[in-house]
């Protein structure tokens, strides 16, 4: 994980904060489990976020790349 220290001081201050109750956080409570359509859902967003954003930065290359070479 990216961020593990951060992610350890979170945990540790908020079972602090809530004591040693059954109702203080656990993994699975913050989430830390995927889910079954999860992971296709996630490359599926990431691809209608990354792909357009690509295609414009290959269209505007190819412009300035037509611009420079023909006129």
Known sequence: ????????RAIRFLRERRGNSPAA???ETLG???EKGDV?????????VIVPVCLL???GASLL???FLVR
């Open 40 to 48: 296709p859902a996630l490359i599926l967003s990431a691809l209608l």
């Open 57 to 59: 930065l290959l269209g």
């Open 65 to 67: 790349a037509y611009f």
């Open 1 to 8: 994980m990216i961020f593990q220290r951060k992610y350890e």
């Open 25 to 27: 956080l656990t993994d």
């Open 32 to 34: 830390d489990q995927i």
